[in-house]
């Protein structure tokens, strides 16, 4: 079962930013990808990053503000965020999927496994 940990959730200001993280413990060749969810809704596909780093896609929503990123040699992704908004307040997961596309449309529960997620919290 692969294993995922992430980080750097917190509490920031509306148009404040946060850098979040995520190790990885196996299949570094796949594409990575972030997720999000809030109360009652479901987990949904924020951005992905294909294995070579040079395919990325964003959710319309956050274009232009998040960037996400991946370092191979220390098995991590990030997901730099910018310009936060309130509606950006949730829990932020990682996960793997073969390529991006699968990343993109797979639906969450068809994931092999999740991480314990860490909070983003924006305030007005």
């Known amino acids: 079962q692969v294993l995922l940990v992430e980080s750097g959730g917190g509490l920031v200001q509306a148009g404040g930013s946060l850098r979040l993280s995520c190790t990885i413990s196996?299949?570094?060749?796949?594409?990575m990808g972030w997720f999000r969810q809030t109360p009652g809704k479901d987990r949904e596909w924020v951005a992905a990053?294909?294995?070579?780093?040079?395919?990325?896609e964003y959710e319309d929503s956050v274009k232009g503000r998040f960037s996400i990123s991946r370092d191979n040699a220390k098995y991590t992704t990030s997901l730099q965020m910018n310009n936060l908004r309130p509606e950006d307040t949730a829990v932020y997961y990682c996960?793997?999927?073969?390529?991006?596309?699968?990343?993109?449309?797979?639906?969450?529960?068809?994931?092999?496994?999740w991480g314990q997620g860490t909070l983003v919290i924006v305030s007005p």
């Open positions: 990053i294909s294995a070579t780093g040079e395919i990325k």
């Open positions: 996960n793997q999927a073969p390529d991006t596309q699968i990343m993109m449309t797979r639906h969450p529960r068809d994931f092999d496994s």
């Open positions: 196996a299949r570094w060749t796949y594409a």
